[in-house]
């Protein structure tokens, strides 16, 4: 379950990356990927802050499962 849960999560944000690159995250290197929990996090709060209501929610949604689980693993 745990593992499954994971995956979920980061296809999640790789989705979220994906729809909101040109909208809020145009600034990132096209290459760019987040490699820690704290760049994940910082992704997350740029798609609530500037993309719209619902990656406001999605981003939201993820980064409270990721505060709440994280245990020092990486996104990637």
Known sequence: MGLH???E???EINALILEYKEICL???R???GPDTLQETI???EKIEKYGDREGFIRAKRVKRWLLQNSNGWSVK
């Open 5 to 7: 849960l994971k995956k």
């Open 9 to 11: 999560i980061e296809q």
């Open 26 to 28: 145009w600034s990132l």
């Open 30 to 32: 096209e290459d760019c």
């Open 42 to 44: 910082t992704i997350l």
